[in-house]
């Protein structure tokens, strides 16, 4: 099951991942920019914009997704970027499920 669904998701982000190779940009960058989105989901869960932080967490689940297809891509899967990724999905955790225990 699992291999199905990523076999699946690696077809849906290959695109994707074929610009970004082309525009030049890294994995690391995608991982960053995660981070980046961040205050934009407290915020937005803050003044009430449920709609804006659900997109938020979409867009943040994508940029995982492709950031370890373009590493692979582009050849650079490094134990730095691996840490990288691991350290900021578990921020995305804790800024997500922090903040809807303090929503309540």
Same mark, same amino acid.
């Given at each position: 099951?699992? =291999? ?10 290959? %695109? ?13 960058? &995608?991982?960053l920019?995660?981070? =980046?989105?961040? %205050?934009?989901y407290?915020?937005?869960? =803050? ?7 659900? $997109? ?6 994508? &940029?995982?997704?492709?950031d ?6 582009r050849?650079?899967?490094t %134990? &730095? ?6 350290? =900021?999905?578990? $921020? $995305? ?11 309540g």
């Open positions: 099951m699992l =291999t199905r669904l990523r076999r699946i998701s690696r077809r849906l982000v290959k %695109p994707v991942v074929n610009i970004l190779l082309k525009l030049g940009i890294r994995a690391n960058h &995608l991982t920019l995660s981070l =980046t989105l961040l %205050p934009l407290v915020y937005s869960l =803050t003044v009430k914009w449920g709609i804006i932080a659900i $997109v938020v967490l979409v867009i943040i689940g994508f &940029l995982d997704l492709v370890g297809e373009l590493a692979r891509a050849g650079e899967s %134990p &730095l970027g691996s840490f990288l990724d691991s350290f =900021t999905d578990r $921020v $995305v955790d804790v800024v997500v499920i922090g903040g809807l225990i303090l929503l």
